[in-house]
């Protein structure tokens, strides 16, 4: 619900937001209230304005997890359970068989446990806004983000964490609390004599960042009857089984920045800006402080004399910029050497904490720069009827950071972590915008965005910090195949998929492998080592794109969004582990039962392994959001009832592609994309009615 008023001086917004989701896995319900206040006044014959805005959202969610939402473990554990085995044994307990590598019984996961997370994010933000004389405006603006979270968790008895691990019940607690400030004065100033046009805007920002966090567990409970409402009764904390901790870290950023706007004629534009910044983050290190400068430059082509009797262009611009962008370490204190407790020794019959080191120091510590140049073209023809923008950009990323061996002595710690590494994209951004039709009851807007990227590692090493290896490898497989699953390595893209190549099966369904020679190598032939890996593929798409339709006739109206994505693999986990016929004590898919290669069914005595077999081309094309509504013809006599609007949509509507998982929209983030992980929350597709009404 969303309330608007107010007059000229003074205008009001507010509104009221409550979801409450039934998740489609037990135990994964979320509930969540957004409430916003925005307040705007004018004083003074308008020269004086005062904002005052707060947004608040509190979540409360159900978890099966200790500290998380969603389990995915039980997911997986319901995926691979035998069909045919009880849910419960005669006398009513759930059946289990713990002796089974990582095989509980789903149900019992569930209903054996208990927990919610919840959490109330608050942002208070207000601004001054003063012109003291024309064409000067200072301003101050400042807001507080407060994010608080507490957390609990437990397991009955008979959960199988007392059953196979003699827990004899489990809980937890933990609490979250972030505080972020922000603080920004700035003056602009403008100006227009003739033809020109001319903003200088100078400001000071500052920020300040307080995480703190607080956790504990306890088993060896008496009852189950307290859940996680009263830990201090289990025993494990009094005999020091159970671990508990508490964490605080803080860091600040101060920035001065300066901008400057010129147009002449509408015609030749440019922008400059500069940004000068420090981090606490950066403590020790010579260069604290980052210096990041930008420009850009605009030319309206259809505006010049030799465009003029052009007539089908409304807009024609040229775009041209060059800018730099810095990025602080995540982690603190970097910079400097550390100590950390670690063990006990006695001492004169006193146990005394010892102290190890924990880092190196590092004064070559400094900022990560993203140095990007850009060039564009933004049209529009025929009133509108046709416009887009078309974008080439080249970003070079330089003084990534890694860990990298050091020796020692002379230093303290094995390894310091240094800004050596630098990456490369570049890559086409296309937006198109038609009205393909437009009438008086009809209007139909559509939208075609096209987007590809390129990226490389370019670089590992300085004259500092150098590696045995131009490459280092990263994914994880999960037990109990237990082996990494991409390789970084310099002048290639990010995201390569690295393991062994089947190329065929033989008579007995073992695999056939091709080695590095190109060469066909069968199973009990192949050495298996780690020089007979390869590339397998690459988990990020080459091609990107979307096409979204908007439609309007007489009170009607349609919206339909598609997007795609292409030139990619995925490694299907599901396929990996269920289907293997020689896994008998589990579930598996029904196509463990068909032919490798359309010969045989796969070896009962070829083990589960991750191979090109099952990297998979993730291509697909979806209909994602499809919103039909109608806008209700209210009497004239109404007069409570202003709108009325009535829709159907879905989401996740239809999706089209080759790729054998269920969903090919997998985890993209980080150093290994494309793993289709076996524990993630299903996709689903969602039908929603709704009604809108304006009082």
Same mark, same amino acid.
């Given at each position: 619900?969303?309330?608007?008023?107010?007059?000229?001086?003074?205008?009001?917004?507010?509104?009221?937001?409550?979801?409450?989701?039934?998740?489609?896995?037990?135990?994964?319900?979320?509930?969540?209230?957004?409430?916003? @206040?925005?307040?705007?006044?004018?004083?003074?014959?308008?020269?004086?304005?005062?904002?005052?805005?707060?947004?608040?959202?509190? #979540? +409360? %969610?159900?978890?099966?997890?200790?500290?998380?939402?969603?389990?995915?473990?039980?997911? +997986?554990?319901?995926?691979? &359970?035998?069909?045919?085995?009880?849910?419960?044994?005669?006398?009513?307990? !759930?059946?289990?068989?713990?002796?089974?590598?990582?095989?509980? #019984?789903?149900?019992?996961?569930?209903?054996?446990?208990?927990?919610?997370?919840?959490?109330?994010?608050?942002?208070? #933000?207000? /601004?001054?806004?003063?012109?003291?004389?024309?064409?000067?405006?200072?301003?101050?603006?400042?807001?507080?983000?407060?994010?608080?979270?507490?957390?609990? %968790?437990?397991?009955?008895?008979?959960?199988?964490?007392? @059953?196979?691990?003699?827990?004899?019940?489990?809980?937890?607690?933990?609490?979250?609390?972030?505080?972020?400030?922000?603080?920004?004065?700035?003056?602009?100033?403008?100006?227009?004599?003739?033809?020109?046009?001319?903003?200088?805007?100078?400001?000071?920002?500052?920020?300040?960042?307080?995480?703190?966090?607080?956790?504990?567990?306890?088993?060896?409970?008496?009852?189950?009857?307290?859940?996680?409402?009263?830990?201090?009764?289990?025993?494990?904390?009094?005999?020091?089984?159970?671990?508990?901790? /508490?964490?605080?870290?803080? !860091?600040?950023?101060?920035?001065?920045?300066?901008?400057?706007?010129?147009?002449?004629?509408?015609?030749?534009?440019?922008?400059?800006?500069?940004?000068?910044?420090?981090?606490?983050?950066?403590?020790?290190?010579?260069?604290?402080?980052?210096?990041?400068?930008?420009?850009?430059?605009? !030319?309206?082509?259809?505006?010049?004399?030799?465009?003029?009797?052009?007539?089908?262009?409304?807009?024609?611009?040229?775009?041209?910029?060059?800018?730099?962008?810095?990025?602080?370490?995540?982690?603190?204190?970097?910079?400097?050497?550390?100590?950390?407790?670690?063990?006990?020794?006695?001492?004169?019959?006193?146990?005394?904490?010892?102290?190890?080191?924990?880092?190196?120091?590092?004064?070559?510590?400094?900022?990560?720069?993203?140095?990007?140049?850009?060039?564009?073209?933004?049209? /529009?023809?025929?009133?509108?009827?046709?416009?887009? /923008?078309?974008?080439?950009?080249?970003?070079?990323?330089?003084?990534?950071?890694?860990?990298?061996?050091?020796?020692?002595?002379?230093?303290?710690?094995?390894?310091?972590?240094?800004?050596?590494?630098?990456?490369?994209?570049?890559?086409?951004?296309?937006?198109?915008?038609?009205?393909?039709?437009?009438?008086?009851?009809?209007?139909?807007?559509?939208?075609?965005?096209?987007?590809?990227?390129? *990226?490389?590692?370019?670089?590992?090493?300085?004259?500092? %910090?150098?590696?045995?290896?131009?490459?280092?490898?990263?994914?994880?497989?999960?037990?109990?195949?237990?082996?990494?699953?991409? +390789?970084?390595?310099?002048?290639?893209?990010?995201?390569?998929?690295?393991?062994?190549?089947?190329?065929?099966?033989?008579?007995?369904?073992?695999?056939?492998?091709?080695?590095?020679?190109?060469?066909?190598?069968?199973?009990?032939?192949?050495?298996?080592?780690?020089?007979?890996?390869?590339?397998?593929? *690459?988990?990020?798409?080459?091609?990107?794109?979307?096409?979204?339709?908007?439609? +309007?006739?007489?009170?009607?109206?349609?919206?339909?969004?598609?997007?795609?994505?292409?030139?990619?693999?995925?490694?299907?986990?599901?396929?990996?582990?269920?289907?293997?016929?020689?896994?008998?004590?589990?579930? &598996?898919?029904?196509?463990?039962?068909?032919?490798?290669?359309?010969?045989?069914?796969?070896?009962?005595?070829?083990?589960?392994?991750?191979?090109?077999?099952?990297?998979?081309?993730?291509?697909?094309?979806?209909?994602?959001?499809?919103?039909?509504?109608?806008?209700?013809?209210?009497?004239?006599?109404?007069?409570?009832?202003?709108?009325?609007?009535?829709?159907?949509?879905?989401?996740?509507?239809?999706?089209?592609?080759?790729?054998?998982?269920?969903?090919?929209?997998? #985890?993209?983030?980080?150093?290994?994309?494309?793993?289709?992980?076996?524990?993630?929350?299903?996709?689903?597709?969602?039908?929603?009615?709704?009604?809108?009404?304006?009082?």
């Amino acid at each position: 619900m969303t309330l608007r008023g107010g007059n000229a001086t003074t205008n009001y917004l507010a509104n009221g937001t409550y979801r409450y989701f039934e998740g489609i896995f037990l135990k994964s319900d979320n509930r969540t209230f957004t409430g916003r @206040i925005d307040v705007n006044h004018n004083m003074f014959d308008s020269r004086l304005k005062l904002n005052v805005g707060l947004l608040s959202s509190n #979540n +409360r %969610y159900t978890t099966l997890t200790d500290g998380g939402s969603f389990s995915g473990y039980t997911y +997986r554990q319901a995926v691979i &359970q035998n069909p045919t085995q009880p849910i419960t044994n005669a006398d009513g307990t !759930w059946y289990q068989q713990p002796g089974l590598f990582n095989y509980d #019984n789903p149900l019992a996961r569930i209903y054996e446990s208990d927990g919610e997370n919840k959490s109330l994010n608050t942002r208070y #933000n207000g /601004s001054l806004t003063w012109l003291p004389i024309d064409r000067l405006q200072l301003k101050a603006l400042a807001s507080l983000n407060q994010f608080n979270q507490t957390r609990g %968790y437990a397991e009955t008895k008979q959960h199988i964490s007392t @059953i196979r691990d003699g827990r004899n019940g489990y809980a937890s607690r933990g609490t979250q609390a972030v505080t972020d400030r922000l603080l920004e004065l700035t003056a602009n100033y403008d100006h227009n004599f003739g033809a020109h046009r001319l903003s200088v805007l100078g400001g000071y920002s500052y920020q300040d960042n307080v995480y703190e966090d607080y956790f504990m567990q306890n088993w060896n409970f008496p009852t189950d009857k307290f859940t996680y409402n009263n830990i201090g009764t289990g025993n494990a904390l009094r005999t020091g089984l159970a671990p508990i901790g /508490s964490y605080k870290g803080a !860091w600040n950023l101060v920035g001065f920045f300066g901008r400057l706007t010129y147009n002449y004629e509408d015609k030749y534009l440019l922008l400059a800006s500069v940004r000068r910044e420090a981090s606490s983050k950066f403590v020790g290190a010579n260069q604290p402080w980052g210096t990041f400068p930008a420009v850009s430059l605009g !030319w309206r082509i259809n505006r010049e004399g030799f465009m003029r009797d052009v007539k089908v262009f409304d807009d024609l611009k040229l775009r041209a910029g060059y800018g730099v962008t810095g990025t602080a370490p995540d982690d603190l204190f970097l910079g400097v050497a550390r100590l950390n407790y670690s063990g006990f020794f006695l001492v004169n019959g006193t146990w005394v904490p010892s102290l190890v080191p924990a880092s190196n120091p590092n004064p070559y510590l400094r900022w990560e720069e993203k140095r990007e140049t850009n060039i564009g073209l933004d049209f /529009s023809l025929y009133k509108g009827r046709v416009s887009g /923008s078309i974008d080439l950009y080249n970003r070079e990323t330089n003084g990534l950071l890694y860990d990298y061996p050091v020796p020692s002595p002379p230093n303290l710690f094995g390894i310091t972590r240094a800004n050596v590494g630098s990456m490369r994209n570049r890559g086409v951004e296309v937006i198109v915008n038609v009205v393909p039709v437009q009438t008086k009851s009809f209007v139909w807007n559509s939208s075609v965005n096209f987007s590809t990227n390129q *990226n490389r590692l370019t670089s590992l090493t300085n004259d500092l %910090y150098t590696l045995t290896n131009d490459f280092f490898n990263t994914g994880y497989t999960g037990e109990p195949i237990q082996t990494y699953t991409s +390789r970084v390595r310099v002048g290639q893209p990010i995201g390569n998929f690295y393991g062994f190549k089947v190329v065929d099966v033989g008579a007995d369904g073992k695999w056939i492998y091709e080695n590095r020679e190109g060469q066909q190598v069968p199973y009990d032939q192949f050495a298996h080592s780690d020089e007979d890996k390869m590339i397998l593929g *690459n988990g990020l798409p080459r091609y990107y794109a979307g096409w979204n339709n908007n439609l +309007r006739y007489k009170n009607f109206d349609l919206a339909v969004t598609m997007r795609g994505a292409f030139g990619y693999q995925i490694l299907n986990f599901q396929r990996m582990y269920y289907e293997n016929p020689g896994v008998v004590q589990y579930n &598996q898919l029904r196509s463990a039962q068909e032919p490798v290669f359309g010969k045989v069914v796969l070896n009962k005595n070829v083990p589960l392994e991750y191979n090109s077999y099952y990297v998979e081309n993730g291509d697909f094309w979806k209909i994602d959001n499809v919103t039909l509504g109608y806008n209700v013809n209210l009497p004239t006599s109404s007069k409570i009832i202003r709108n009325a609007r009535v829709y159907v949509s879905t989401l996740n509507t239809f999706q089209f592609t080759g790729y054998k998982g269920l969903d090919p929209e997998v #985890n993209r983030g980080g150093l290994a994309p494309g793993l289709d992980d076996r524990d993630k929350y299903p996709s689903v597709r969602t039908y929603t009615f709704g009604l809108n009404l304006t009082f």
